[in-house]
């Protein structure tokens, strides 16, 4: 599986941002998804996954109820919708895949390159 994350950009606090995260590879379609960020002298930290079908999600407390993780297996895409962002989210986001699990992803084995969000005051 090999991942491109893009949608990434500069938005003012309390606005919108979507993010894709493109698949390849015929493992994609039984792959759980999850997206990650890192922030500037900070650990990487689990934003949401996605399980392969699309019907099961699970997110970190800090963007439940602002972001949500969608799939779209036709188009090799999995999606970060991003509302009321606020600095705080402001990260190098990335999206990552785990090719050995039908419920949401655990133990990542495939990375992709980030996007950088960047959320203004």
């Known amino acids: 599986v090999q991942l491109q994350a893009s949608g990434g950009g500069l938005v003012q606090a309390g606005g919108s941002l979507r993010l894709s995260c493109a698949a390849s590879g015929r493992t994609f379609r039984s792959a759980a998804i999850g997206w990650f960020r890192q922030a500037p002298g900070k650990e990487r930290e689990f934003i949401a996954t996605i399980n392969w079908s699309g019907d099961s999600t699970y997110y970190q407390a800090s963007v439940k109820g602002r972001f949500t993780i969608s799939r779209d297996n036709a188009k090799g895409t999995v999606y970060l919708q991003m509302n009321a962002l606020k600095p705080e989210d402001t990260a190098v986001y990335y999206c990552?895949?785990?090719?050995?699990?039908?419920?949401?992803?655990?133990?990542?084995?495939?990375w992709g390159q980030g996007t950088q969000v960047t959320v203004s005051s």
């Open positions: 990552a895949a785990d090719s050995r699990t039908y419920g949401l992803g655990r133990n990542y084995d495939y």
